[in-house]
């Protein structure tokens, strides 16, 4: 496992990460939690990734039992808030109460004296940025949160964001989540640009389209049984990628992949690491070979003539 600097930072994080969303609480089990969470870090994963409103909690709760035979120091933590955990007008947002309610619930489902990244889970344009990063730096001063991200701001977002941070000198932002992958490739002409001058990096989601982008999804075929696809109430965003304009690319892609005899989720993993922007892509597994899959990924540096060919095939 290859490990890079988030940000400017002197913080290391590993080029693969472990997610929960859409798997702990939900598809995944208390007892493979904690299998799939101890073969993480068998791998060299030192990065783990969750958010309050996944599965309402519960991925917090079952990740914090996972990681109690572990080490504190021994990896990073993330954990986000925005989204509604609650009917109340207040139960939602990034008010100054949200953020310091969810912080120390998170702390407690977690069962964990401080996270090392709380983000911003969307940008929420009815709170003042500076309430919501006053409350961040109060956070950090009382060392329950070590850095500050957002995640899906856009760059205009995440420039006010620095910019308020600066002028009240406030802790800056020093990490982006934004979906990014072979299908999904907004954030390459304004945020990486922006971020790059700015010393953010990117942790990007979805790297392998919902898992279109691992081969398992073929032009012409049934639905594997049990896959996603195959559970509409599991995750609707899958099917933003299960047209016939993206299964001819994937086609074109396992191609590129055979050539170098490497699977395509280590293709598209590989190609969204040869961005120096990106720290780390967050993966989530239902089971423990995908995620043995997706590590190899790490330190596979693509030659130029692979990726202009992959260009030509996503062009």
Same mark, same amino acid.
């Given at each position: 496992?290859?490990?890079?600097? $988030?940000?400017?930072?002197?913080?290391?994080?590993?080029?693969?990460?472990?997610?929960?969303?859409?798997?702990?609480?939900?598809?995944?089990?208390?007892?493979?939690?904690?299998?799939?969470?101890?073969? @993480?870090?068998?791998?060299?994963?030192?990065?783990?990734?969750? @958010?309050?409103?996944?599965?309402?909690?519960?991925?917090?709760?079952?990740? %914090? *039992?996972?990681?109690?035979?572990?080490?504190?120091?021994?990896?990073?933590? @993330?954990?986000?808030?925005?989204?509604?955990?609650?009917?109340?007008? !207040?139960?939602? %947002?990034?008010?100054?109460? =949200?953020?310091?309610?969810?912080? =120390? /619930?998170?702390?407690?489902?977690?069962?964990?004296?401080?996270?090392?990244?709380?983000?911003? =889970?969307?940008?929420? +344009?009815?709170? +003042?940025?500076?309430?919501? $990063?006053?409350?961040?730096?109060?956070?950090?001063?009382?060392? *329950?949160?070590?850095?500050?991200?957002?995640?899906?701001?856009?760059?205009?977002?995440?420039?006010? %964001?620095?910019?308020?941070?600066?002028?009240?000198?406030?802790?800056?932002?020093?990490?982006?989540?934004?979906?990014?992958?072979?299908?999904?490739?907004?954030?390459?002409?304004?945020?990486? +640009?922006?971020?790059?001058?700015?010393?953010?990096?990117?942790?990007?989601?979805?790297?392998?389209?919902? %898992?279109?982008?691992?081969?398992?999804?073929? *032009?012409?075929?049934?639905?594997?049984?049990?896959?996603?696809?195959?559970?509409?109430?599991?995750?609707?965003?899958?099917? !933003?990628?299960?047209?016939?304009? =993206?299964?001819?690319?994937?086609?074109?892609?396992?191609?590129?992949?055979?050539?170098?005899?490497?699977?395509?989720?280590?293709?598209?993993?590989?190609?969204? $690491?040869?961005?120096?922007?990106?720290?780390? /892509?967050?993966?989530?597994?239902?089971?423990?070979?995908?995620?043995?899959?997706?590590? *190899?990924?790490?330190?596979?540096?693509?030659?130029?003539?692979?990726?202009?060919?992959?260009?030509?095939?996503? @062009?």
């Amino acid at each position: 496992m290859k490990y890079r600097r $988030l940000g400017r930072t002197g913080l290391k994080v590993s080029e693969i990460s472990l997610g929960s969303w859409l798997t702990y609480g939900n598809s995944v089990a208390e007892e493979t939690v904690a299998k799939m969470t101890q073969r @993480a870090f068998d791998l060299g994963i030192n990065f783990l990734d969750t @958010a309050n409103v996944y599965a309402k909690g519960e991925a917090e709760i079952l990740l %914090g *039992k996972a990681l109690k035979s572990h080490s504190r120091d021994s990896y990073v933590l @993330a954990t986000k808030a925005f989204w509604p955990m609650g009917d109340g007008p !207040n139960d939602r %947002g990034l008010s100054r109460k =949200h953020v310091f309610e969810q912080v =120390h /619930a998170s702390l407690k489902r977690l069962q964990t004296d401080y996270v090392d990244i709380f983000y911003c =889970h969307r940008y929420d +344009p009815e709170t +003042p940025v500076e309430e919501t $990063l006053r409350t961040i730096e109060d956070m950090v001063r009382q060392g *329950k949160v070590l850095y500050v991200g957002v995640s899906e701001w856009t760059a205009a977002q995440i420039q006010e %964001g620095l910019s308020v941070a600066d002028r009240y000198l406030l802790d800056r932002i020093v990490v982006n989540q934004p979906q990014y992958n072979m299908f999904n490739r907004t954030i390459e002409s304004e945020i990486i +640009p922006l971020s790059e001058r700015s010393g953010v990096s990117q942790v990007v989601f979805s790297p392998l389209a919902q %898992g279109v982008l691992t081969g398992k999804y073929r *032009k012409g075929q049934q639905l594997p049984e049990g896959s996603r696809a195959n559970d509409p109430t599991a995750n609707a965003w899958i099917f !933003n990628f299960l047209g016939e304009a =993206h299964l001819d690319k994937v086609e074109q892609l396992i191609g590129v992949a055979n050539e170098l005899s490497v699977s395509l989720s280590t293709l598209a993993l590989a190609w969204i $690491l040869r961005q120096s922007n990106v720290a780390s /892509a967050l993966v989530g597994a239902t089971k423990i070979e995908q995620l043995e899959e997706n590590v *190899k990924a790490s330190g596979v540096v693509l030659p130029a003539d692979v990726i202009q060919k992959i260009e030509e095939i996503l @062009a």
